[in-house]
């Protein structure tokens, strides 16, 4: 049983949007080409493959494991976030941060 394929159909029966629908949905510009969506060549040949050249078909998690992975900040730094700052992120976590809030969790 190829598990990636029953993700994937999965994700198409419960109208998961396909990647540049969802890039829209989030008020990004969609990719045009599939060298835009990914940085290795051979990814994007492969790809241009499996959907028939048509940008427009791919999934939306084949999208996001594809595309390079976006920069969020340039300011995660002391002079922004000061040292105790940047401490207490690096030692907590989305579960702390939840106990913290929703100790009965």
Same mark, same amino acid.
């Given at each position: 049983m190829d598990l990636a394929a029953v993700d994937i159909l999965r994700s198409?029966? +419960?109208g998961v949007? $396909?990647?540049n629908q969802f890039r829209k949905l989030l008020?990004? *510009?969609p990719f045009e080409t599939f060298e835009e969506l990914t940085d290795n060549p051979e990814w994007?040949?492969?790809i241009r493959r499996v959907y028939e050249n048509d940008i427009n078909r791919v999934d939306l998690m084949?999208? +996001?494991f594809a595309? $390079?992975?976006p920069i969020f900040t340039i300011d995660y730094t002391? *002079?922004?976030y000061t040292e105790a700052g940047m401490e207490?992120?690096?030692n907590n976590t989305m579960s702390t941060v939840l106990l913290r809030h929703y100790p009965q969790l």
């Open positions: 198409r029966e +419960l949007p $396909r990647y008020h990004l *510009k994007a040949e492969e084949i999208g +996001l595309e $390079r992975p002391t *002079k922004i207490w992120i690096g």
